[in-house]
């Protein structure tokens, strides 16, 4: 069974930083698209941050400016860089690997997830 294992989350300041880590526990071909969902309490998951096979990133509006993905999804890796962190960035932040074949996602895979917790 394939896992996505998650680190870098923590407890932080308003104006810090951290940095998210995904890799997955044995390589998964056809990966299209990895990035960063979130779920705070009460509120339903979002997406965060995503990143193509082809590089091309997409960002929730909230943190435009303020968050940058990276990675390699043949290499099933992800990063999230977080910068001036907001008490609203507070949530367990989750990796996800889209795998595509044909032009269907044919596996969507999740990490465990890990607490971003932000204090004013």
């Known amino acids: 069974q394939v896992q996505l294992v998650e680190s870098g989350g923590g407890l932080v300041q308003a104006g810090g930083s951290l940095r998210l880590s995904c890799a997955a526990s044995?390589?998964?071909?056809?990966?299209?698209?990895m990035g960063w969902y979130r779920q705070a309490p009460g509120k339903q998951r979002e997406m965060v941050a995503t990143?193509?096979?082809?590089?091309?990133?997409n960002y929730i509006d909230s943190v435009k400016g303020r968050c940058t993905i990276s990675g390699d999804n043949a290499k099933n890796t992800v990063y999230l860089q977080m910068n001036n962190l907001k008490p609203e960035d507070t949530a367990v932040y989750y990796c996800?690997?889209?795998?595509?074949?044909?032009?269907?996602?044919?596996?969507?895979?999740w990490g465990q997830g890990t607490q971003v917790t932000v204090s004013s």
């Open positions: 996800n690997a889209k795998q595509v074949m044909y032009g269907i996602v044919t596996n969507d895979y």
């Open positions: 044995r390589i998964i071909y056809s990966i299209n698209t």
């Open positions: 990143i193509t096979s082809s590089g091309n990133t």
